[in-house]
């Protein structure tokens, strides 16, 4: 087996990541949400620097794949948001960390 071979089938994994949770603001939210078991949409914006709307973009797009769960309620007459990583969510994380790790793994150093 030659080195660029070697090579390009430690690297393999890169064509399989998941995009969606590849975005860099959208990883910054799923790793955010995966070491906690809720959060507030105000703790991630302030914990991730995205504006208001750019975080509402992205869980929005969270929220379709099934990545995340977001209950929107009233507390004392004014509207509150708490987000949670789904089973799904919580799976797809996992998966993306370790081809990641197993990417980083191959790399000569």
Same mark, same amino acid.
Request: glycine share 6%; aromatic share 8%.
């Given at each position: *087996?030659?080195? #660029?071979?070697?090579?390009?089938?430690?690297?393999?994994? $890169?064509?399989?990541? =998941? &995009? @969606? $949770? !590849?975005?860099?603001?959208?990883?910054?939210? /799923?790793? /955010?949400?995966?070491?906690?078991?809720?959060? =507030? %949409?105000?703790?991630? *914006? &302030? +914990? #991730?620097? /995205?504006?208001?709307?750019?975080?509402?973009? !992205?869980?929005?797009? @969270?929220?379709?794949?099934?990545?995340?769960? $977001?209950?929107?309620e009233f507390v004392d007459k004014?509207? !509150?948001? *708490? /987000?949670? @990583? #789904?089973?799904?969510?919580?799976?797809? %994380?996992?998966?993306? &960390?370790?081809? *990641? +790790?197993? $990417?980083?793994?191959? @790399?000569?150093?």
């Amino acid at each position: *087996m030659t080195t #660029t071979k070697a090579s390009s089938e430690g690297l393999q994994p $890169i064509a399989d990541i =998941d &995009r @969606l $949770i !590849h975005e860099p603001a959208r990883l910054m939210i /799923l790793a /955010l949400l995966y070491v906690v078991e809720s959060a =507030d %949409f105000l703790f991630l *914006m &302030r +914990q #991730t620097g /995205l504006t208001g709307g750019n975080l509402s973009s !992205h869980l929005s797009k @969270l929220e379709a794949a099934g990545y995340v769960a $977001i209950e929107k309620e009233f507390v004392d007459k004014k509207p !509150h948001t *708490m /987000l949670r @990583l #789904t089973d799904k969510g919580r799976a797809a %994380f996992r998966e993306y &960390r370790q081809s *990641m +790790q197993q $990417i980083f793994d191959g @790399l000569p150093d």
